[in-house]
């Protein structure tokens, strides 16, 4: 069945930046788009971005525009989202999510900003 | 604030049916695909409807999925204590050129 398997928690200090990388199992990973999904402590979900896993095209929601990258490598069937200029609002769990038919989620990796 | 309005909180008793709507717009539910999720306290969220209304593979028939212009509604028959948890509803947004979600409803089961 479809996994996705999403690296250890992080602690970071402000102005720092974190990668979470998601790998995929279960399934051809070129042929879905892999979603970012964050959600803060007590909060809702809140999408961050996809990345076309076959020609590596990605979409990134207009709030997170120039501070996160998602990249993908196809030989390890591993997605991966970098978020740069962290403040302690972006505390929170990140994470990566096969949308719509067939859908699955990574278990979650939490990044906590602080000084 | 979310651009799917979901009631905040729904409670009824064991074995009871419950329904928890979504409303949106034109652009999201109006002319896209509604999912719904499960999240249980402390873990990931979990598909229970895709395409309005289709259910994944081992979800039972107790959860049906309904959309109707730019509402959708999930309904939960027969409640069991394990489905209490925060239910979200998701879709594309043609205008924002991304996903959405709302804001999430708690379901108690009293």
């Known amino acids: 069945q479809v996994q996705f398997v999403q690296s250890g928690a992080e602690v970071k200090k402000p102005g720092a930046s974190v990668m979470v990388s998601c790998r995929a199992s279960g399934y051809t990973f070129t042929t879905y788009p892999l979603h970012w999904v964050r959600q803060a402590p007590g909060q809702r979900l809140e999408w961050m971005g996809w990345?076309?896993?076959?020609?590596?095209?990605?979409k990134y929601s207009q709030k997170f525009q120039g501070r996160v990258t998602i990249t993908r490598d196809t030989s390890a069937s591993t997605a991966y989202m970098e978020l740069s200029s962290l403040r302690s609002e972006d505390t929170a769990v990140y994470y990566c999510?096969?949308?719509?038919?067939?859908?699955?989620w990574g278990q979650g990796t939490l990044v906590t900003v602080s000084s | 604030q979310s651009v799917l309005t979901q009631p905040p909180s729904v409670s009824a008793a064991p074995g009871q049916k419950v329904t928890i709507s979504c409303s949106g717009s034109s652009s999201n539910i109006g002319n896209n695909y509604v999912s719904w999720y499960q999240q249980l306290p402390g873990t990931a969220p979990k598909l229970l409807i895709y395409?309005?209304?289709k259910r994944p593979s081992g979800i039972p028939d107790r959860f049906s999925g309904s959309k109707s212009g730019t509402s959708a509604t999930l309904g939960i028959t027969g409640l069991q204590t394990g489905d209490e948890a925060d239910y979200y509803c998701?879709?594309?947004?043609?205008?924002?050129?991304?996903?959405?979600f709302g804001g999430g409803t708690k379901l108690t089961v009293l």
């Open positions: 999510a096969r949308l719509g038919e067939g859908g699955a």
């Open positions: 990345i076309d896993a076959g020609n590596g095209n990605t």
């Open positions: 998701g879709t594309w947004d043609s205008s924002l050129s991304g996903e959405v």
């Open positions: 395409d309005n209304n």
